[in-house]
């Protein structure tokens, strides 16, 4: 299973970007799928709901409504869609797949990255003012 991000580039305080996250060498039947990041000297943090086999949901760190996940399993690409970045947005940006799926709740624990099977390499997004 590879997963794959793309989009990241700089941004002007205010802006918004689509990030991309292509998976491969893996059927979209029984899954979690989130998108996380990592700034310089800080610890990694979720920052989208957690999409559960396209259907369900949990949505532990979402960041104030600014960041969406939207999962087209056709093109078997994930989104994160962000909106009016801000400096602090600054960060790598993962996405991270999880199979087979648990309980809605283990994906609204703090720590529920921990468990997330395969991870990106990701991609940076930078935030100037």
């Known amino acids: 299973v590879q997963l794959v991000e793309s989009g990241g580039g700089t941004v002007q305080a205010g802006g918004s970007l689509r990030l991309s996250c292509t998976v491969s060498g893996f059927t979209f039947d029984d899954y979690a799928i989130a998108w996380f990041r990592q700034a310089p000297g800080k610890e990694r943090e979720g920052v989208s709901c957690?999409?559960?086999?396209?259907?369900?949901?949990a949505c532990p760190d979402s960041k104030e409504g600014r960041f969406k996940i939207y999962l087209d399993t056709f093109k078997r690409t994930a989104y994160l869609e962000m909106g009016n970045l801000q400096q602090e947005d600054t960060a790598t940006y993962y996405c991270?797949?999880?199979?087979?799926?648990?309980?809605?709740?283990?994906?609204?624990?703090?720590?529920?990255?921990?468990?997330?099977?395969?991870w990106g390499k990701g991609t940076l997004v930078t935030v100037t003012s």
């Open positions: 991270a797949l999880d199979s087979p799926s648990r309980d809605s709740n283990h994906y609204r624990r703090k720590n529920y990255g921990d468990t997330m099977h395969w």
């Open positions: 957690v999409t559960i086999n396209n259907g369900d949901t």
